[in-house]
């Protein structure tokens, strides 16, 4: 059963940075691709990253420029750098596979506000 443990939220300014990790154990990581989810109050999931099983990587609109996903296939961890962070940024964030996404893991809260 895959299991992911997501990290790294935390309460920011605007304009500050914050590294989102996420540890998948329970499967193969290295096969798939792996995207950055999040979920504002209200509001849908949103894929907001997304990186391939060979490092290809695909941002939505509203953080292109400013979110970086990477991984470690050694580590089962896929990460997001978040920088220059907006109010509007302020949400729960998951990763997951994409697509056909696995049962979804606890979420981390990143909070941007002065």
């Known amino acids: 059963q895959v299991q992911l443990v997501e990290s790294g939220g935390g309460l920011v300014q605007p304009g500050g940075s914050l590294r989102l990790s996420c540890v998948v154990s329970?499967?193969?990581?290295?096969?798939?691709?792996m995207g950055w989810y999040r979920q504002a109050p209200g509001k849908q999931r949103e894929l907001v990253a997304r990186?391939?099983?060979?490092?290809?990587?695909d941002y939505a609109e509203s953080v292109k420029g400013r979110f970086t996903i990477s991984r470690d296939n050694a580590k089962k961890t896929v990460y997001l750098q978040m920088n220059s962070l907006k109010f509007e940024d302020t949400a729960v964030y998951y990763c997951?596979?994409?697509?056909?996404?696995?049962?979804w893991g606890q979420g981390t809260q990143v909070t941007v506000s002065s």
């Open positions: 997951n596979r994409d697509p056909n996404v696995w049962k």
């Open positions: 329970g499967s193969i990581f290295v096969i798939h691709a």
């Open positions: 990186i391939t099983s060979s490092g290809a990587t």
